[in-house]
Each structure stands twice: as C-alpha cells, then as structure tokens.
C-alpha cells in the first residue's frame, strides 16, 4: 500500500481517531509547529502516543514569514495597511521586520491579500493594498520581489527539537529547504534522527542537484511553492523533482490540496481523484494530507481513499 504521512489537527487529536490510524497505513503522524506553541507540541506527543504506535514527525517552522494578527481584516484595494513592529499586524520571526524596504510586494496567506510597502513611519510600515483580500493569523508572507535571508529554523524550532528528542520522537522535517547548506546545518543538529526536507521554493528547485547529494527523503509542498513560483508551473516543476528523484531513487512525497473539497464534504471531486493518480503515476512515494486532516470532516474517509486510488493506480 501506499504511504500516507497526515497532519494532525483538532479534527484527528482525539482518541478515536489515533487508534483508528494504527490501522489506516499511515506512515507518519505530522505536527505542524507553525501551528502549535512548545507546551501544546509537548502535550500533543503525550496524548498521541496513548493511542497510537505510528511514529510522530515534528515539522519545524523554519525560514518563512508569518502574520501575527488579533482579528481577521478585510482589506480593500488601494487601502492602506499598516505593518507593525509591536501589537497587532506583526510579522514573525521578530528580527524581519528590519529586513523590510520600500517597494517590498507582500503576498499575504491564501485569499489573495498583497500589499506594497510605501514608507517606514513610527508606527511601522505604511503599506497600500494592490490586491484586495483577508489579513489573517498565521498565514505565510512571501515577499514577491526579492530574497529575504532568514535563519533556517527559528528559536523555536530548536527548543522544539529538543523537547522533542527528549520525548522519543524519531522523525523531523525542515520546512522551506533552500540550500545545501541547510542540510548539513539540519543533520548536524539531528545526527541519528530521519530526517525529511521540504521543497517549496524557488531556490530549492534552483539547487535541486546539490540538495539531492546530501538527502534521500523530500515533501514537494505545492502551496507555499506556488506562492514562490507561477501557478502553472507547479505540474511542470512537480514533474521535473519527481522525475530527477526517481532517477536518484529518492522518496519523495507530494504535499497540499489533494483532496481540499472533502475539508467539508465526504465525497471528491474528479480532479482531485486526478491529482492523486497522477502523483503515484509520476513516480511519488506517497501523499501528504494537511487541512484534509488537521481541519476536515472526514480526515478517515480521505485516508481511505487515498488507499482506494493507489490499489487501482497498482492494477492499471
């Protein structure tokens, strides 16, 4: 059968859930600590190992900029947004606000959200909105314009690392891997532990040979990817990692919206049926199902199904 790696989430910590998984053939239990404070990820790999033997993957936050918001805004075109250093519409990590220049193109979350900085004032950073959408929480900022150098993993990462050593877990992955030197860095602060890198830049794509030199198991993360690259190009740079990782014997495991119709219904669309074919076809060694789980309805019926679609991907 194929191998499921799932996100964990209010929909799937619970007791029910976790004993189903032992039976599900789903490979590793992911916590997303982008998402998860060091006392819930702590709490989280208690409750998990209660219920369930499959091995938990703590995936760290690494380089990437995100939102710190008090409420959800709504931001209309040509408005004006004020980024904040203190209070309410922060970014994090904290040092990359001093890293921002006039001009700077954020792409904000996944409704649509950009702004461009205008001034720095004492406020912060005055910004207009060219393109109107929701400023929330916790959703990824991608500056469209240039390359912002940001630490490889956070302060929290580490702590995160550490605790979770501490507790057993096996399994780490490092999210939005640009550089080899990122994996040496990684495996120097994981020596015994499985390690798995993200891909979901356009540098790591750029840097495809010399990271594969230095690892042999990888997530192609098609959302933060298609906020680094065009749209369209995600089938064309999907095909290219997978087809150099099958020529290299790499496993590599494709991420993000499979089956995002089932977070609130319990059947899929025939794309997404599509998708998953087309990513076992292609040569992946297994699916990553994120909000399908964390958040969805029918975090069960989805692993089933992924189960249904590669038994017919092995007949064909």
Known sequence: MSNILITLGPSTLNKKFLQKANKLNVKLLRLNMSHLSLGQMKKNIKFIKRYSKVPICIDTEGAQIRTKVFKSKY???NSILTISE?????????????KLRRNDILDIGFKGLKVQIIKKNKNGYLSKVINDGYLENNKGVH????KVKLDYLTKKDFLAIKV???????????????TPEDIKKFNKVLKKENKIFKLETKLAIKNLDKIFKLAD?????????????DLEQIPIFQRVILKKGKIKNKKIFVATNFLE???ENNYPTRAEINDIFNAF??????IVLAAETAIGRYPTECIELVN????????Y
């Open 143 to 146: 500056i469209k314009n240039r």
């Open 164 to 178: 979770g050593k501490n507790l057993g877990i096996k399994n780490f992955a490092l999210s939005f891997t640009n």
């Open 86 to 98: 203190f209070g309410d519409n922060n970014l994090y990590p904290k040092d990359v606000f001093n």
């Open 217 to 229: 198991k990888f997530i192609i993360d098609r959302g933060d990817l298609s906020k680094d690259i």
């Open 281 to 286: 076809e292609l040569g992946a060694s297994g």
């Open 75 to 77: 931001f209309k075109k």
């Open 308 to 315: 249904k679609i590669f038994k017919q991907f092995k007949k």
């Open 261 to 263: 119709s089932m977070i």
